[in-house]
């Protein structure tokens, strides 16, 4: 038998897959295509999810992620699915700060305090950042570095922050109606479509400034479409938030991010003329599925076994008592 988790940061939701349990690992046609069926929205088990996080062995670490977009596409990282791998191998290997491969770095990650009670939180390195054209990569915009930068082939006035970490996101700070209205949607669908700006598409954020290090943010998700909340994306944002306002935010501060999933940390290190970020928040467990591993391999989802872990409460009673909840649930997706 083998045994899923269906987990989420800030209710960015994933199925978490330990393939070490599997007699051999998926090929990444097998993992694309189970990804598609699981986390599909009208289809999928538990109402679906943003993708998959494989996990296999990885010498010199605890494990390695692979992460997997709902459409099928592999990702460069994920922040928010990171720190629920990172609390499953502690808990699979009882070590409370370790290292996870991901495709361009082993990541540190850690055990933090509890957000509140039953509300488990983990700290992720996000990195390596980058600003080249060929990080990301962009084309055809007229400059080879976007920071704070007018756009007019993407938007008339919006100032866009463009920075891979590794995976590449467009940042752009917005007022509130920005926020809620129409461009992110126009935006994020034109650059994840064919288009010689971002040929391999990007993840795009509006973020709201609230005050002095903190932040409302909501992301087009690249191979996903609206998500709850972007880790890479909260990161990627609180980094230009600290170029592009230095009177608001600035390096090694801790910033509050807002989502319509919750609620993150950020804090932004440079080491060496290199940045990188810290993201704290919480790392959930709502539901485990069991299955035999043959019904896996064929996608057939109707012999799973789903036992709920009650640890969705907890979270909705934390997330309850934040602040910013109105405009929050007016852009929640589905969990
Ligand atoms: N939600 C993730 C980012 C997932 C990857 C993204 N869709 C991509 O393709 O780059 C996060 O929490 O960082």
């Known amino acids: 038998m083998v045994t899923l988790q269906k987990v989420h940061g800030s209710e960015n939701s994933f199925f978490l897959l330990d393939e070490t349990q599997l007699t051999q690992p998926l090929t990444k046609t097998q993992l694309a295509t189970l990804t ?4 599909n929205r009208h289809t999928g088990l538990l109402g679906g999810a943003d993708g998959v996080l494989a996990i296999t062995d990885a010498p010199g670490t605890a494990g390695k992620m692979t992460v997997v977009n709902t459409d099928g596409s ?10 629920t791998v990172a609390r499953y191998l502690s808990e699979k290997t009882g070590q409370t700060s370790f290292r996870v491969h991901t495709d ?3 990541l540190a990650v850690a055990k933090q305090p509890a957000l509140a009670v039953g509300v ?3 700290s992720a390195e996000i990195s390596p950042v980058s600003f080249a054209p060929q990080a990301l990569p962009f084309a055809n915009l007229g400059t080879d570095r976007i920071v704070d930068t007018v756009l007019p082939a993407i938007h008339p006035h919006l100032k866009f922050t463009a920075v891979a970490v590794p995976n ?18 126009q935006i994020g669908k034109r650059l994840n479509g064919k288009n010689p700006y971002f040929p391999e598409g990007v993840n795009v954020t509006f973020a709201e400034i609230l005050g002095q290090d903190t932040l409302f943010a909501r992301t087009y998700e690249r191979g996903v479409g609206f998500t709850n909340a972007c880790g890479t994306g909260m990161s990627a944002t609180t980094l230009a938030f600290i170029l592009t306002h230095p009177n608001q935010a600035a390096l090694d501060r801790v910033n509050t991010v807002y989502n319509p999933g919750g609620m993150v940390k950020t804090i932004v290190h440079r080491d060496d003329g290199r940045y990188w970020i810290e993201l704290i928040g919480n790392a959930t467990v709502t539901a485990t599925i069991t299955l ?8 057939n989802l109707q012999q799973a076994v789903i036992k709920s872990t009650g640890e969705q409460a907890a979270y909705e009673r934390f997330v309850a008592a934040l602040p910013h909840r109105a405009l929050a649930d007016t852009l929640t997706e589905g969990v």
Not at 292 to 299: Q, S, T
């Open 168 to 185: 590449p996101h467009l940042v752009a700070f917005v007022s509130k109606e920005e926020l809620a209205g129409p461009d992110l949607e």
């Open 292 to 299: 035999p591993e043959a019904a896996l391999v064929d996608v």
């Open 104 to 106: 361009f770095a082993d």
């Open 36 to 39: 598609q069926r699981l986390t």
């Open 74 to 83: 592999f990702a460069k990282l994920c922040g928010n699915g990171l720190r």
């Open 120 to 122: 488990p939180a983990y």
